[in-house]
């Protein structure tokens, strides 16, 4: 058998970069463990153009924005259903820093994404009245979960996946192709997400994978369509059910939830939100980061028929789609050059 390209992961990134390449017209055979945990599975797919600490756009937000509302257009026409909610967020702004919002968003060129002027108005009856929001206009939320779930199906429907554990041990590659088992192809991309710190391909990269936990819980009568943004997001999901989160730990890389994060992100919802949930589910990941927090993109320096796709990290579904519609182009032979702050090349540059 013999494909254009193997994928050895099917969580965010594996599924993005695999329907790149579909549309590109390439073949594919995708790898997917299916008793390896992704943070994609724990993941809220929240979508936040800025950064609150220092008040300025997320890197690449202009260009990465609306590629991301591009490729999740072609998505849900692909698997024929809703996977994009775009929405309001409401940042929780301190008696002190409306003037500073304000300021900042006309300084940092903010206008595209942000109202200037906070609001004063905004009543639930389980949120203080004491509160003013600055509103972020460009935000919401992609059902990360479903659009793995659906696009497993297409690529079952298309013979192009196999839910299996990958063995490196398997694998060889020569100068033009590799090969796994019977399977021929041009070039093999691993999208393992936090596995990929076992790779032995990839010693040379610097992971600096984080553990999140959040919860979604049900809050009958808050009645809530706006993220919330504050000590903890609020995620609107459906039917009364919220997603709060979310915490960040760099030690104990597991999959356990704990006590001190549940006590702790309940205590900083009770702070936004008087009511009480009724239901609560607990969920552990972990982020796919490196040491500078930008992705790594690209074909290995000494073996250039083995890739990478990996690190989104917490900005996911906004960069995600942008980086993989330029590695797809850079894979196709339609782009000479990867973004060098993500290429895979910095890792490699001092040999």
Known sequence: MKVDFIIVGQGLAGTLLANEL?????????????????SSEVAAGLIN?????????????????????STIRNLEGLLHTQLYYPGKMLKILREDNGVFWKEKVFANHLESYLDAEPIK????????????????????????????????EFLNSQNSIRK???????????????????????????????????NPLFERLKFKHSK???????????HLNEILNGEVFVLPVEDDWYKIGAT???????????????????????????????????????????????????????NPQVGIFNGLGSKGVLLG???????ADFLCGNLDVINSEVNIQRYFSKI
């Open 164 to 198: 299996e554990k990958f063995h490196f041990e398997k694998l060889t590659f020569n100068s033009e192709l590799v090969k796994y088992e019977e399977i021929l192809a041009g070039k093999i991309i691993f999208c393992e997400g936090p596995s990929a710190f076992t």
């Open 248 to 302: 960040y730990t760099w030690d104990e890389l597991n999959l356990e939830a704990t006590d001190s994060a549940r006590y702790d992100l309940l205590a900083k919802l009770k702070r936004i939100i008087s009511a009480n949930p009724t239901e609560i589910i607990q969920k552990a990941g972990i982020r796919p980061t490196m040491h500078d927090r930008k992705p790594v993109i690209g074909l290995h320096p000494e």
């Open 121 to 152: 108005s905004f009543r639930n009856n389980w949120i203080s009245d004491t509160f003013s929001f600055g509103c972020v206009n460009k935000s919401g939320r992609l059902d990360i979960q479903k659009l793995i779930s659906l696009f497993t």
């Open 49 to 69: 153009p800025v950064v609150f600490r220092r008040m300025t756009k997320s890197w690449l937000v202009d260009e990465a924005f609306s590629q991301m509302e």
């Open 212 to 222: 999140g936990e959040l919860l979604e819980l049900k809050i009958p009568g808050l």
């Open 22 to 38: 579909f549309r590109r017209n390439k073949t594919l055979m995708v790898f997917d463990d299916p008793d390896q945990s992704s």
């Open 321 to 327: 789609p942008y980086f993989a519609c330029q590695f």
